[in-house]
């Protein structure tokens, strides 16, 4: 157990030095998801021009809470695992990586955990200013925090495990960067990138209730926002676990039936 | 020591006080110091050619030595026109690289043995099929050289292989080949047998060989191994830190950097070096062989000696294996006091 | 120019051929060529779904998916046409293989941008273009007003590559540059909406500092004879002006990697 906690503790120090040595990229990284903020300038534009100020009782401020709370989260829950798999599968780097004696997901686990740590400053200081200029306003109830934080937590994991499980796909065809980029797009459509979820088609909440995408990423977007309840975010939470528990397994068969392929294969 | 070869008017290569600088920038390692180099850089200018000047006649092959870092790929990528000289004047068949004109680049090729310019998920051919169309190369030419290539490399089999599957030497053959099928008249090779099995550099000195005689093609030859140089080039050029320090024969090379012989003997009866010192410098022994330097006008009388006073059962005079004279007249040159560091290799 | 087209179908030809190789990918590639009009009807829907919209920013459904055609469009001339080659341009700076493409006798800018060609993502050009056509089906379009949007769509392809191409061109100096057109790809997200649908101040900003207007709004407005003279004017001039800046800043570039620093 000890050990377990050194090799941990090593792994991400040497993951948070090299993440910090990439500090510039982390802030392009961050800068271009934009989709949030897209949609975000256009509802604010959009309910400025409505009758009364406001469309389905969002106004203009109000855009601007959803989406930046939206792009807050989203900057959490980044996650390129399936990227660097895929390249690292092609290229046969993989190899060395199954030599030592630790399950090399936890190298990302590491790596990713420490990024975290590196965009943390950056991010609250680019939503400071966005807030400032969207007049956007967050919730001043002191739960709603700590709930999105742990609904993020949950919903990072949910992800890194089924973009792990993506990457691995790249024991088997030369396209799992375009599986990536379709679930990706699912997530972000499903997550609530788009406008909250209330606005969707009525067809297509019904679907996304069943995917964990809206708890994710919509809920404790709007946890931020003020218009969620605890009991929400608790049956998120719930949702989330179940998803989880299906992922990890998803994950682990398919790492075990990858690696005999690749085993038969060769490098 | 230039100027005996050919006039410098229908030189191939003509090269006269060629320099070139560098000015680099210098950093301390860490994070403090990426700032401080941020808030002031401090900079200064390594001279990595100082002037060098040569002439190559046309159809000559040349071996260009130095040790890492002498300034040969700079001086290579000056004359192929990727660099730009910062003093000094050089033509290579009649052009002027830095200005690279198309007539120019069809006169010439560069063979980097570490890069690559073939495309990596097709076959060889297509590659070919590619250069043809930039450097517009006749069908008939076309269709000609390759028989050639094809034939002097042993190709047959693998053109229509993805490059990607092609064994290293394979591939070192196909560069080669698309490296030269414009047919230029002077050719730059930077180490093109680096990495390659002793079967496959023999194959690619045999083509050069060809392709020299055949073309009556200029071409210079940087490599590491001396084997190379001692089969291709009988002129050799030594650079050291910028500066040429040799241009002559391979022979007199190897007076001029050991200045001696090297005595080989194979013994009866054991020696120590004490004993052996006694005839000849940088004695070596190794059980019942020796081999020891002796200085050139003297040989015969201390051979005689030698068979006169120890138990010998054979003895040879050779002239010194070409690595021994470049590192004597390099292991002589790093032992003076107050030299530069070697100046980086440009990236 | 006869040999440079016949450069640039040999070119065409050598990358065709070396994607075959990779059939397989096509699946994943159409897969993804429809999801991503999927996700961008969805988006647009939404926005014209809400109860007592008709219009965004004074556009109407039809105009704003004309929008999204173009913006399809670009997404699939950009990785089809424009990404594959510009990627490779910091790729080979940092091998070393640059000296190659600098030692042959063609024009190093021309044989840097025409090498390769993705045809994998090749549906999203059809996706575009047909749902350019569908938009167009409901609206009135004259021939002039067709024309027009032809011409003003080439100069705003001709803005894409030297934004592209500028971005990338720093690859002489600093090492890392996808990240850069990253941040690109970003800005050009916003493509995806009539300049109209935003704020006043952003507008300006997508039109004067970022064209990003001139690569989907403008086209599209020439489509439905909406455009204003002055940016009818304004995006040829933007794209020849752009295209003489970076051909000068990559011969710079060139000039300064030959005489390097290091």
Avoid at chain 2, 155 to 177: N, P, Y
Avoid at chain 2, 235 to 254: C, M, N, S, T, Y
Avoid at chain 3, 45 to 61: A, H, K, M, R
Wanted: hydrophobic share 50%; net charge positive.
């Amino acid at each position: 157990m000890r050990a377990l906690a050194f090799k941990a503790r090593v792994l991400f120090a040497t993951r948070f030095a090299e993440m910090a040595e990439y500090r510039a990229e982390v802030v392009i990284w961050m800068l271009s998801g934009t989709l949030s903020l897209v949609m975000m300038l256009v509802w604010m534009a959009q309910a400025a021009a409505a009758p009364g100020g406001q469309i389905r009782g969002y106004s203009a401020p109000e855009f601007a809470t959803y989406f930046l709370s939206t792009w807050l989260v989203s900057q959490l829950l980044v996650v390129w695992v399936s990227h660097e798999l895929d390249f690292q599968i092609r290229q046969g780097t993989l190899s060395p990586q199954l030599l030592r004696p630790v399950d090399p997901m936890w190298l990302h686990v590491a790596s990713h955990v420490a990024e975290r740590l590196v965009r943390i400053v950056p991010l609250l200081v680019m939503v400071g200013l966005f807030t400032w200029l969207s007049g956007a306003s967050f919730t001043r109830e002191w739960w709603a925090y700590p709930a999105a934080l742990g609904l993020a937590a949950l919903g990072f994991s949910v992800r890194f495990l089924y973009e792990y499980a993506i990457g691995l796909l790249a024991f088997w065809t030369e396209s799992s960067a375009s599986f990536q980029e379709v679930v990706w797009l699912v997530y972000a459509a499903l997550g609530g990138m788009f406008a909250p979820l209330a606005f969707y088609p009525e067809w297509v909440q019904r679907v996304a209730v069943w995917t964990p995408f809206p708890y994710m990423l919509g809920l404790p977007a709007q946890l931020l926002a003020g218009k969620a309840t605890l009991a929400q975010a608790g049956r998120g939470a719930l949702v989330l676990l179940v998803w989880l528990a299906v992922f990890w397994v998803v994950r682990l068969i398919v790492w075990r039936v990858g690696l005999r392929k690749y085993g038969a294969v060769g490098a | 020591m230039t100027g005996d070869r050919g006039g410098a008017g229908d030189a191939a290569v003509r090269v006269r006080d060629l320099r070139k600088g560098y000015v680099v920038h210098e950093k301390e390692p860490g994070f403090l110091g990426s700032l401080r180099s941020f808030v002031s850089r401090k900079s200064r200018v390594v001279e990595a050619v100082r002037g060098v000047s040569f002439d190559l006649a046309p159809g000559e092959v040349v071996g260009f030595l130095g040790p890492n870092g002498a300034g040969k790929t700079t001086t290579l990528k000056m004359l192929s026109g990727l660099l730009h000289p910062s003093g000094g004047e050089v033509r290579v068949a009649g052009f002027e690289p830095g200005r690279r004109e198309n007539a120019f680049l069809r006169q010439i090729t560069l063979v980097m043995g570490q890069k690559q310019q073939l495309i990596w998920d097709l076959p060889a051919l297509d590659s070919f099929l590619v250069n043809q169309a930039i450097y517009e190369i006749p069908d008939a030419q076309f269709r000609a050289t390759m028989a050639e290539f094809t034939e002097v490399l042993g190709l047959e089999g693998i053109l229509k292989k993805q490059v990607r599957k092609l064994s290293l030497g394979e591939r070192m053959k196909c560069e080669l080949a698309a490296a030269l099928l414009h047919r230029p008249k002077v050719l730059f090779l930077d180490e093109p047998t680096i990495g390659l099995d002793v079967n496959m550099q023999e194959s690619v000195r045999a083509f050069v060989q060809d392709y020299n005689v055949r073309h009556n093609a200029t071409v210079m030859l940087t490599s590491h191994y001396m084997a190379d140089v001692t089969a291709l080039a009988r002129r050799i050029l030594v650079i050291d830190r910028g500066e040429v320090v040799f241009d002559g024969d391979l022979a007199r090379l190897a007076e001029q950097g050991g200045g001696g012989k090297t005595v080989r003997l194979q013994l009866r009866r054991p020696a120590t070096p004490e004993e052996l010192g006694r005839f000849g410098s940088e004695v070596r022994v190794d059980g019942l062989s020796a081999e020891l330097t002796v200085p050139r006008a003297l040989v015969s009388e201390r051979a005689a000696a030698l068979l006169a006073e120890l138990d010998v059962a054979d003895l040879t005079v050779e002239d010194p294996s070409i690595e021994s004279v470049m590192a004597s007249l390099f292991g002589a040159r790093a032992g003076q006091a107050g030299q530069p560091e070697r100046t980086p290799e440009p990236a | 120019m006869r040999r440079y087209l016949r450069l640039v179908r040999i070119f065409v030809g050598a990358t065709l051929s070396a994607q075959l190789e990779y059939r397989a990918n096509f699946l994943g590639a159409v897969l993804a060529s429809l999801g991503e009009v999927g996700v961008a009807l969805l988006g647009i829907s939404i926005l014209f779904g809400q109860p007592g919209v008709t219009q965004v920013g004074g556009w109407s459904f039809r105009e704003a998916l004309l929008v999204t055609g173009f913006f399809m469009l670009t997404e699939g001339v950009i990785s089809v046409f424009i990404q594959p080659n510009m990627s490779k341009i910091a790729e080979a700076v940092r091998t070393g293989n640059m000296d190659f493409t600098l030692l042959k006798p063609i024009d190093a800018q021309f044989n840097v941008s025409t090498r390769n060609l993705n045809v994998l993502r090749f549906p999203d050009l059809l996706i575009g273009l047909g749902l350019i056509g569908y938009a167009a089906s409901g609206l009135e379009v004259t021939p002039g007003g067709a024309l027009a949007a032809a011409v003003l769509y080439g100069s705003a392809v001709v803005i894409v590559y030297c934004i592209y191409l500028g971005l990338s061109t720093t690859a002489f100096w600093f090492v890392k540059t996808q990240n850069v057109t990253e941040l690109f790809s970003g800005v050009f997200g916003a493509a995806r909406f009539p300049v109209a649908a935003f704020p006043v101040p952003v507008r300006f900003v997508l039109t004067f500092v970022l064209p990003v207007a001139f690569i989907t709004t403008v086209p599209a407005q020439a489509l439905t004879g909406a455009l204003g003279g002055g940016l009818a004017l304004a995006s040829p001039l933007i794209a020849a002006a752009l295209f003489l800046g970076t051909r000068w800043f990559w011969r710079y570039a060139v000039a300064s990697y030959t005489s390097a620093s290091s």
